[in-house]
């Protein structure tokens, strides 16, 4: 879902950070400085007269017995991998991923760790029919009135993030302490931000990564839980983290959100294995834009996990 990244190596101060405070201390300065370019007035003004977004959740709760339901991103590089591929068209990108079995497009906006934009964001919305979702470390109120002026249909929300005190939405003190997660002060931040939300036309996708932030997801009633196998701290990837959070969701009473799948998945083998764990959907990036036939492995991981 971080300064000083891109293709070259993790700087020493990255290391010692933690990769999630290394990309959050630099997201509080760059949220400080678009928030003084563009008001928030402006920018709320402008998501108030958009169309109306497209459902996200709907799309991605998967039949019993069907195949995953499959969102292709769009991603060009991470602080852990580097460069993955040279996309100077997102569109036609974008195009193929739908044509060929994708039921969302999630768009990395981030810039300085992974080569995203709000334009990308803007211009696949313009010439898609599907919903599409923007990925990036969302922490205050004007990043999802940002989201929603620039065509958005869902935001990203992670836990992790919000937990940080780095996710303090309140940026007079631009470079707060990096210091432990703090869960209580994540479910109101995650809370108020959903209701935002919801005020903006969004839907929310709400990151977790093990039981504890799982819980504050469905205490707040998220309808969509994306579980992210790849640790925001070290950036270790295992799929055993869908199986052991979806378990979890699915033993807790009510109503079920759709269960997302992130990060790690390769081929069909793995959208197999966490299908069988209960997913609905799987969010698929760096596999599809590193085969050098996105087409095909569209649609290879589309199908992939039916009974």
């Known amino acids: 879902m971080g300064p000083g ?6 700087s020493s101060k990255a290391l010692m950070m933690s990769i999630l405070d290394e990309i959050l201390a630099h997201k509080r300065i760059e949220v400080a400085s678009s928030s003084q370019a563009r008001p928030i007035d402006a920018v709320r003004a402008r998501a108030l007269v958009r169309p109306p977004a497209r459902s ?5 709760k998967a039949p019993p017995g069907g195949p995953a339901r499959l969102i292709a991103e769009i991603k060009r590089k991470s602080p ?7 996309i100077t068209d997102p569109v036609d990108l974008a195009r193929t991923y739908v044509a060929n079995g ?5 768009v990395l906006t981030d810039a300085r760790h992974f080569g995203g934009s709000l334009d990308d964001l803007s211009a696949v919305r313009a010439a898609v029919s599907v919903p599409v979702l923007r990925k990036d470390f969302l922490f205050t109120e004007y990043q999802v009135w ?8 869902a935001v990203l929300l992670i836990v992790a ?14 470079q707060p302490a990096p210091g432990p997660a703090d869960l209580n002060a994540a479910r109101d931040r995650l809370g108020q931000l959903m209701r935002i939300a919801r005020k903006a ?9 093990d039981e504890g932030e799982a819980s504050i997801a469905l205490e ?4 969509v839980v994306g579980i992210n196998n790849r640790s925001l701290a070290t950036f270790v990837t295992t799929l055993e983290t869908t199986e052991d959070v979806a378990r979890t969701i699915q033993s807790t009473a009510g109503s079920l959100p759709v269960i997302v799948s992130e990060s790690g998945l390769h081929d069909a083998l793995a959208v197999a294995r966490v299908r069988g764990s209960g997913v609905d959907a799987v969010l698929v990036g760096e596999a599809l834009v590193r085969s050098g036939d996105p087409a095909a492995k569209v649609r290879e991981m589309a199908g992939a996990g039916a009974a």
């Open 5 to 10: 990244f891109g293709p070259s190596p993790l």
């Open 56 to 60: 996200f959740a709907a799309r991605l």
């Open 80 to 86: 852990s991998a580097g460069t993955m591929a040279t």
């Open 102 to 106: 994708a039921v969302a497009i999630s």
């Open 146 to 153: 940002e989201a929603r002026a620039a065509g958005a249909d």
């Open 161 to 174: 993030v919000l937990a940080s005190p780095l996710g303090n939405p309140d940026l007079r003190e631009l």
């Open 201 to 209: 036309g969004l839907e929310v996708l709400v990151e977790v990564r």
């Open 220 to 223: 707040l009633k998220a309808p």
